[in-house]
Structures are given as C-alpha cells and as structure tokens.
C-alpha cells in the first residue's frame, strides 16, 4: 500500500459529460502529480501541484483541469468528454516539489466513455 | 520522436531466465533513471534507482546506464513467475529549475512457470 488513495476506481460515463476524480497524497506529502495511463501512450504527465500551487504542466488538454487543496488533496476535473479520454488516471504523491526521487502512485482510477 | 523509447512487448520467457529489459532516450538533461514496476489493476512502484553510468545491483535485478549511448537496462536474473508485469523506465531532467519525470511506455513482461 502506496498511501495515495485514489477514489473512485471506476467510472463509466457518456461523451459530453463532466467527471471529477480525487486523491489523497501520502501523509506529509505536499507534492501531487496526476498521470493518464493509456495503452498506446504509455503513462503522460499531466500536472503536478505543491501545496496548493501548480508547478509544472505537461500534456493537459484545456478540457482538463485540476487543483490541490489546502488539506493536501488533489481533484482532477474532465469536461466535455471524449471516447479517446478513455483510460486509466493515477495520482502520485511525493515530499518535495522539484523531486527527484520516487513517486508513489495510487492504484487509479479507471475511467470508460462510452 | 518520443523523449523515451521503451518497446511494449509483450516479453514471454521461462522461468529461471535472464531477462532484459531496455530504454533509448533522446533529451541528453535526464540525469536521473529508475525503473518502476506495475502489477496488473495497480499503480506502478519503484524498483531501481541509478543517477551515474554504471551499474547497480539489488538483489536479482541490476540496473545499467549508458549515459554516452543514451541507454538504459533492467536486467532481471534467475525470473519467477512472480515478475510478471509490466516494467516502465523512467528518467528526470532538471532544466532551468523545472524537473521533468518522464515515463516510458512500459513493457509487459510474462514469465511462464
């Protein structure tokens, strides 16, 4: 066990619709990153947020957007969904804001548009 | 051409095989390398961690870097069913004070009893 709770696991919704997906970091950990995991692409970055501020930005599509609250956890909000924006979706936490070290991820959130 | 190149497989060896496991890089400012291991349904864990060229040994896994060739491997020795999975690497770059943690796509890795 990681720490990093993810919820929900799964989520089954339409095109067009908004979901919100949540995470809890590790204990202590002010650091949180978010990941789409698809099987063609591998695992892209997303976003990473340090206590509360956002502090890199990676292949986040403008439908997408996140933040971290001031108890630490993270939201990861999808709009105006797409089949292609079908995969899994892991949340990583870690101590420190330029890391480099590990990462620990959550076990996902598996999300399918139909 | 992607930062990180890893061939998806999937990789079926017996077990008791040595297996090896590779990535190509093309970003010369990644300075750290790990290798990562995810389980089928989980999130992926740390395994490996190497900053220098060399290699590094943990028990019946080493890692090597090849920093001039821009290459890294994961060598998996006497493998166990148990090492099914799938194996991503991953490297960080620190440019101007942004660190960057890039992801392999990952290979599945299936040892077969």
New interface residues.
């Given amino acids: 066990d990681?720490g990093?709770t993810q919820t929900p696991k799964h989520l089954i919704t339409a095109t067009g619709q908004r979901v919100t997906l949540r995470c809890s970091p590790r204990s202590g950990d002010l650091s949180v990153?978010w990941?789409q995991q698809s099987l063609?692409?591998?695992?892209q970055?997303l976003i990473q947020y340090y206590n509360g501020e956002e502090r890199?930005k990676g292949n986040i599509l403008e439908r997408f957007s996140a933040q971290q609250f001031p108890d630490l956890h993270s939201e990861l909000n999808l709009s105006s969904l797409e089949l292609g924006d079908s995969a899994l979706y892991?949340c990583?936490s870690s101590a420190r804001d330029?890391?480099?070290?590990?990462?620990f991820?959550?076990?996902?959130s598996r999300l399918t548009v139909l | 051409q992607k930062e990180v190149e890893?061939d998806p497989g999937p990789l079926s060896v017996p077990e008791g095989a040595i297996v090896s496991l590779n990535c190509t890089y093309s970003n010369s400012a990644f300075?750290?390398f790990?290798w990562y291991r995810q389980y089928s349904?989980?999130?992926?864990?740390?395994l490996m961690?190497t900053y220098s060229s060399g290699n590094k040994e943990d028990g019946r896994f080493t890692a090597q870097v090849d920093k001039s060739s821009k290459y890294i491997s994961l060598f998996i020795r006497d493998s166990q069913p148990s090492d099914s999975a799938t194996y991503?690497c991953a490297m960080?770059s620190?440019t101007s004070?942004?660190?960057?943690?890039?992801?392999?796509?990952?290979t599945r890795l299936k040892v077969l009893a």
Avoid: W
């Avoid at chain 2, 349904?41 to 740390?46: A, D, S």
């Avoid at chain 2, 004070?97 to 990952?106: E, P, S």
């Fill in positions: 990681s990093v990153y990941y063609d692409q591998g695992l970055f890199a892991f990583a330029r890391n480099t070290g590990e990462l991820f959550g076990e996902g | 890893q300075q750290y790990m349904r989980k999130g992926p864990e740390l961690y991503l960080i620190s004070g942004t660190y960057k943690y890039i992801f392999g796509t990952g």
